[in-house]
């Protein structure tokens, strides 16, 4: 029997998931921009990287249009949006994607390099509860060269400033609010968006059973940990100098140096 089904627009589907991700975080390229102006100034302009929980390919796709000489490898466990990714670099041989769950301590068995230039994470690791990302801190040293680096951006809350926090989240909430009534899409929408294409059905449905998570609904705050908390786990995981490079109100950006 001939497959009749049309092929998804791996553009338009990459293009929706970076919206989606502006709704929550509107300085989402200036994050990309610092993390690759810290591997280029640390590891040079041609880096072996490893795009940890990589989702669609986000940190990818500015990766390779930053440096021609570059070579990725990413690795996720979502079966959704690894078949997003693997479609839209379908034709692009810098680029490898594999199936890994961090949460596996044989996971870096599996990698096609023994060592990288840079492992690279933005907003991913935060679905991770706190033993388990301190446990997969400690083994991301072994998966640099010497001279290699970490950088993570996520969302690190300041304990001590809970008035200054909720003051900014309540402003961040009422700009998203706002572009909702405008028709912006958040998460739970673009999820059933994707889950409605017919190429899709499949690798979301699988999704729900990995996760047990048919709602997609919110992570837990328990989960997200200070800057000083990441870069005082790094130092204790075997990496020599550990600080945070960037902030944003809400957010920061931590680096690990091999």
């Not at 996720?76 to 078949?83: I, N």
């Not at 390099?113 to 706190?130: G, R």
Request: aromatic share 8%; with cysteine; hydrophobic share 40%.
């Amino acid at each position: 029997m001939t497959d009749t089904t049309t092929p998804p627009d791996w553009q338009a589907w990459q293009r929706s998931w970076d919206r989606q991700q502006e709704f929550y975080l509107p300085d989402r390229e200036e994050r990309f921009r610092v993390m690759l102006d810290t591997v280029e100034a640390l590891v040079g302009r041609e880096p072996r990287v490893l795009d940890l929980a990589c989702g669609t390919g986000s940190i990818t796709a500015r990766t390779l249009d930053r440096f021609p000489g570059a070579r990725t490898t990413g690795v996720d466990l979502d079966p959704a949006l690894l078949t997003l990714a693997r479609g839209t670099f379908a034709e692009e041989e810098r680029a490898a994607f594999l199936t890994l769950d961090l949460r596996d301590p044989n996971w870096r068995e599996a990698l096609p390099h023994h060592e990288y230039d840079a492992v690279l994470a933005s907003t991913a690791l935060h679905w991770l509860p706190t033993g388990e990302l301190a446990v997969l801190y400690g083994r991301l040293a072994g998966v640099l060269r010497q001279g290699g680096v970490f950088l993570n951006v996520d969302h690190m809350p300041d304990p001590t400033t809970p008035a200054i926090d909720g003051a900014l989240h309540a402003l961040d909430r009422a700009r998203r609010e706002r572009e909702k009534e405008q028709g912006a899409q958040d998460w739970i929408g673009w999820w059933q968006s994707i889950a409605a294409e017919p190429a899709f059905a499949e690798v979301v449905a699988e999704r729900y059973r990995i996760f047990n998570d048919p709602a997609l609904g919110d992570h837990s705050n328990d989960h997200m940990q200070s800057p000083s908390w990441h870069t005082e786990v790094l130092r204790n995981g075997g990496f020599r100098e550990a600080r945070t490079v960037w902030s944003s109100p809400l957010d920061a950006m931590v680096l690990g140096l091999r």
